[in-house]
């Protein structure tokens, strides 16, 4: 286990360059970038947000100084040539420096912190709750298959999953937060502005009531498919024949169920684990959006419309090695469930 896990870190190397260098190249050779928006602002007196609309239209120099455009380059880091500004941003990520952010004038890294909270908790309070419930339904819809709870329960989650976050967030708040009918949830933000002066229980109420409707729409999508997922991995392990064999020994179907069955149907879901660590960024652009929420998804959809190229290469160096850690992980779990599997 020991030789394969050095080998997959080993391995995360090559893979972390090539995800980076694609899309260095990609962000870098794309047209619209600060230099050009700043070329924009000076020629047309544009204002802070010029470019966002026209990031696809190449400004044309002519009239303007050349050593303004060569001070512009240098000033943003373009006055190197691609593969250059790339190594040199390989050095600065060993020192976690992204750079300064070109919209918000401080380090992309500080920016990208200060969107953490909000996509941080939803992902962790989605995903634990995820598991809470769709594993003992999944079992539930198992041990029951083809009874009436079964189809019902199954209609239901297939409903649930064929509505989309922005329908379900809309329709959401017109019924339950203000709209046209009630005014249970209040929208925005994740507390009210009376928040410091509420007693400790309080304080809590105050969370989950601001988080209840947003956590529904980051919710619904992988509800479906983890509690079917556990259903079936269920129902394929109650048919082995060390199942019926203990079934013939007169154990207690209980017993049967969540001492034999239940280990070995947990191995698929296991995979998933590693999922974990991406809820550090589980932003959601359409949830954040609908429900107001300043978070990782709003961030990366407006540091792209802007071009903010070091915002944008610090998501996704966070994405990529968040992404391997959970892939490794999710293989270490995969052996403490099943003792028989052994990565050579």
């Known amino acids: 286990m020991f030789v394969y896990l050095l080998r997959r870190i080993l391995l995360m190397i090559p893979t972390f360059l090539g995800i980076t260098l694609f899309s260095f190249l990609i962000i870098n050779l794309a ?10 602002k000076i020629r047309f007196g544009a204002s802070d947000n010029v470019g966002s609309g026209q990031g696809n239209v190449r400004v044309k120099n002519e009239g303007l100084n050349e050593e303004l455009i060569e001070a512009l380059k240098k000033q943003y880091g373009f006055d190197k040539p691609v593969h250059e500004r790339y190594f040199i941003w390989l050095g600065n990520i060993v020192r976690l420096d992204f750079g300064e952010s070109f919209t918000y004038q ?23 709750l995820t598991y809470l419930v769709c594993i003992p339904l999944g079992i539930a819809k198992a041990v029951r298959a083809g009874s009436r709870f079964d189809s019902f329960s199954g209609l239901v989650l297939t409903a649930t999953y064929t509505i989309p976050p922005l329908v379900l967030g809309i329709f959401l708040i017109t019924f339950f937060a203000g709209g046209s009918y009630f005014s249970w949830f ?34 619904i999508g992988g509800f479906t498919e983890l509690t079917m997922l556990m259903r079936n991995s269920m129902l394929d392990v109650i048919k082995m024949d060390y199942v019926r064999t203990a079934r013939a020994k007169g154990l207690e179907e ?39 929420l300043d978070g990782i998804g709003l961030l990366s959809y407006s540091s792209i419309q802007s071009r903010d190229y070091n915002v944008i290469m610090g998501l996704i160096f966070l994405s990529s090695v968040f992404l391997m850690i959970g892939r490794i992980f999710s ?8 003792p028989r599997i052994d990565f050579q």
């Open 31 to 40: 047209p619209g970038g600060p230099v050009e928006q700043a070329i924009q």
């Open 254 to 292: 209980k017993f049967v169920m969540y001492k034999h069955a239940l280990r070995n149907a947990l191995i698929p879901i296991a995979t998933g684990l590693g999922g974990f660590f991406r809820v550090f960024l589980a932003g959601s652009l359409i949830i954040e959006t609908v429900f107001q």
């Open 186 to 219: 209040p929208i925005g933000m994740l507390y009210s502005d009376d928040y410091e002066s509420l007693t400790f229980w309080g304080q809590i109420w105050d969370r989950i009531h601001h988080f209840i409707l947003p956590l529904i729409c980051y919710m």
């Open 331 to 338: 293989d270490i779990v995969y052996v403490l469930i099943d």
């Open 106 to 128: 401080e380090p992309a890294m500080k920016v990208i912190a200060s969107k953490f909270p909000v996509s941080l908790q939803f992902g962790i309070a989605s995903l634990i």
